[in-house]
């Protein structure tokens, strides 16, 4: 059993910058790739950036250069830093965290977080 707890959100003007957190507890035997979704209201959840326990990162478009992911696998914790925040960036973020234990492979969501940006 994996719990994922999302910490950072809240309300900043356009410009301005937020840190999510993410940290996975419970005992695993490996975290695989982590990443951050978002979903705006009347809108499908869309991937945001996801890393790989290596380091490799995938940023959606949107993105790119203003937003940047990290991760501490000792910590079992990923971050998105958000710089030049935008209203279209007002979302809920979702966590995600791919999870094998030996035998299985599961998908894990954190509660979300609410970023609001305003204008």
């Known amino acids: 059993q994996v719990q994922l707890v999302e910490s950072g959100g809240g309300l900043v003007q356009a410009g301005g910058s937020l840190t999510l957190s993410c940290a996975a507890s419970?005992?695993?035997?490996?975290?695989?790739?982590m990443g951050w979704y978002r979903q705006a209201p009347g809108k499908q959840r869309e991937l945001v950036v996801a890393i790989t326990r290596t380091g490799n990162t995938n940023y959606a478009d949107s993105v790119k250069g203003r937003f940047t992911i990290s991760r501490d696998n000792a910590k079992n914790t990923v971050y998105l830093q958000m710089n030049s925040l935008k209203p279209e960036d007002t979302a809920v973020y979702y966590c995600?965290?791919?999870?094998?234990?030996?035998?299985?492979?599961?998908?894990?969501w954190g509660q979300g977080t609410q970023v609001t940006v305003s204008s």
């Open positions: 995600n965290a791919n999870i094998n234990n030996g035998y299985y492979t599961n998908n894990y």
């Open positions: 419970g005992s695993s035997f490996r975290i695989n790739t």
